[in-house]
């Protein structure tokens, strides 16, 4: 059983006037003690060797040990503590030196130094207590912390390092000047937590640690809510980000699992995969991203599956020297492009929608821009559902486009493969190429263009096959320029316009239609020349030639060419 003692600076009959005196008349009988101390201030450094329960009398906050420098609780063996303010400055406040020590429904208050510190091959427990400036730090040790609240530390509140095993749950993290919780070179869980108003991420694995964090909230972050560096894994589940810099960031060769988490509001992206990051993203939701939803940039490479993007400015960028698989998104209503791939990037979309954007995807870059998309739907948008330009080379199979200016584009010297592609219901035209650009088509469908169903213009090089163009308002294909290639097993159909509208630098092949066929009228020698930058698509009134399109330009400018040969 254990011997009790009692501390008061009052005194009384068998008190003790300080802790310390206690302390050493349990370490002298050498079995386990109970000290229970009285309230009132008590400025000692306490060293509590043994099977030791330090126990506060009266109201919390009633018993305070304090010093104005150097360490205030110094445990070697069993310690258990209850109830006590400990407050430190320029030190560990509480040191955990040998074996296991619990603190509980405690205050530690650590003025420019660490509230607690567990030092190599220890087991230290934090619960219901509160940690304020300083913070724990867990080096080499084993932790717990439970239903704690870590207020204003001026460095990490929680830190694991050098092998520490640490578990955080429900608990409260605000306003740490540099992280909430940062795992280095360790292993920690972060469960049902709350951490808001950091300077730097909110929770960071770095080293080759390993990181879960599950269900946690995490809000008002100046930097990444999750960050995975130099090679960590783990996991982030559960979880909701709102108003943070990046939501979930990625890099350096980390490679987590993310899941069933709300990200919103992020002030740049909402999930940040860059220099050799991995990952995997499930069952996500992105809500206005005030930047882009998910970025891969810099050799990051993540597989994002099931996941809906809303709102924001751009959906997905894969953009410098990047890849990414990305499976079952969904985008809607944002204000710029819903699928970005640029310059040497490289990208796989398979079972995507995408509704209400001005862009659906746009690839632009040399010839290692490449692009494959499977089973897609475009709805709804402002320009074009997919534009290729640059160099960048574009696959689509199974893509349907409905409700828009122009279907498909093509443009400089830049490649489009269709197979098997819907188009239906738009304002300008359904497939454009232009400058040196190839366009490949086979089973292309055209329904309902205002305008024409395909058009090639410039040095473009068209090869359609198999394919139907259906009620076209102007023409089923207008072929401009010097725009040469060829129109095999297609039909035109419809009861007004013109089947083909050509140039006679592309072959017909076993074309089916009731409609006519023409030649286009030769354009005077030295007549005018006009380029017009189109805002929001061609409008087509009566036949126009000599004309290049360029969609989505900031600066319109307008040249002509004078009878004389002048530039005007």
């Not at 009285?38 to 018993?63: F, H, I, K, M, N």
């Not at 209850?82 to 003025?111: F, K, Q, S, Y």
């Not at 699992?257 to 909402?270: F, I, K, M, Q």
């Not at 005077?524 to 009134?541: C, K, L, M």
């Amino acid at each position: 059983m254990a011997a009790r003692y009692f501390v008061s600076p009052r005194g009384g009959r068998r008190a003790y006037p300080d802790i310390a005196s206690a302390l050493a008349a349990a370490a002298g009988r050498g079995r386990a003690a109970v000290v229970e101390v009285a309230p009132g201030l008590y400025e000692e450094a306490l060293t509590v060797r043994g099977d030791v329960q330090l126990v506060a009398l009266g109201d919390p906050g009633s018993v305070v040990v304090s010093r104005p420098g150097g360490a205030v609780l110094d445990a070697f063996g069993s310690v258990r503590v209850h109830g006590l303010v400990l407050i430190g400055r320029d030190a560990d406040v509480v040191g955990c030196h040998a074996g296991t020590l619990t603190l509980e429904h405690a205050d530690i208050r650590a003025h420019n130094g660490v509230s607690v510190h567990a030092r190599p091959n220890t087991f230290v427990t934090l619960r219901d207590s509160l940690v304020l400036h300083g913070r724990a730090l867990f080096d080499g040790s084993h932790g717990l912390v439970e239903r704690c609240r870590f207020t204003d530390a001026t460095d990490n509140a929680v830190a694991a390092i050098k092998g520490a095993d640490v578990s955080v749950q429900d608990s409260w993290i605000g306003g740490s000047a540099i992280h909430g919780v940062r795992v280095s070179g360790a292993r920690a869980r972060v469960t049902g937590c709350r951490l808001t108003d950091t300077g730097r991420a909110a929770v960071v694995a770095d080293s080759q640690a390993e990181l879960d964090v599950a269900d946690c909230v995490i809000d008002v972050v100046h930097a990444e809510a999750v960050m995975f560096v130099e090679r960590s894994r783990g996991s982030v589940a559960g979880t909701r980000v709102t108003g943070a810099q990046h939501g979930v960031a990625v890099a350096s060769g980390a490679d987590p699992l993310v899941r069933d988490c709300v990200l919103s509001e992020c002030h740049d992206t909402g999930i940040n995969v860059q220099t050799s990051g991995r990952g995997r993203f499930e069952n996500c939701e992105i809500h206005a991203a005030k930047n882009v939803a998910v970025l891969s940039t810099k050799g990051g490479a993540p597989e994002v599956r099931g996941c809906r993007i809303v709102g924001g400015n751009v959906g997905i960028a894969v953009v410098d020297a990047a890849r990414g698989r990305f499976a079952q998104v969904g985008i809607t209503g944002l204000t710029s492009v819903a699928l970005r791939v640029h310059d040497e990037s490289g990208a796989t979309f398979e079972h995507v929608r995408v509704e209400r954007c001005p862009v659906g995807l746009e690839t632009q870059g040399n010839a290692g821009t490449t692009v494959d998309v499977t089973d897609a739907t475009f709805v709804d948008f402002e320009i074009s559902a997919v534009g290729a330009v640059g160099r960048s080379r574009a696959t689509l199979r199974d893509v349907a486009v409905e409700r828009g200016p122009v279907g498909f584009s093509v443009d400089e010297e830049a490649q489009l493969f269709l197979q098997d592609c819907r188009v239906k219901a738009v304002s300008a035209g359904g497939v454009a190429a232009f400058g040196k650009a190839r366009l490949v088509a086979k089973n292309l469908t055209v329904t309902g263009s205002e305008a024409f169903g395909l058009y090639g213009t410039n040095a473009a090089w068209v090869d359609v096959v198999d394919s139907e163009f259906a009620d076209c308002a102007f023409t089923g294909a207008l072929f401009d320029g010097k725009c040469g290639g060829r129109l095999e097993s297609c039909s035109v159909s419809g009861s007004q316009g013109v089947a083909v509208q050509h140039n006679g630098l592309v072959s017909l092949v076993s074309l089916r239609t009731s409609l006519p066929v023409t030649k286009r009228v030769a354009q005077p020698a030295g007549g005018p020349t006009t380029v017009i930058n189109n805002y929001s698509g061609p409008q087509f009134n009566a036949a126009v030639y000599g004309a290049q399109l360029a969609w989505n330009n900031i600066n319109a400018i307008q040249q002509q060419t004078s009878e004389d040969g002048a530039e005007e």
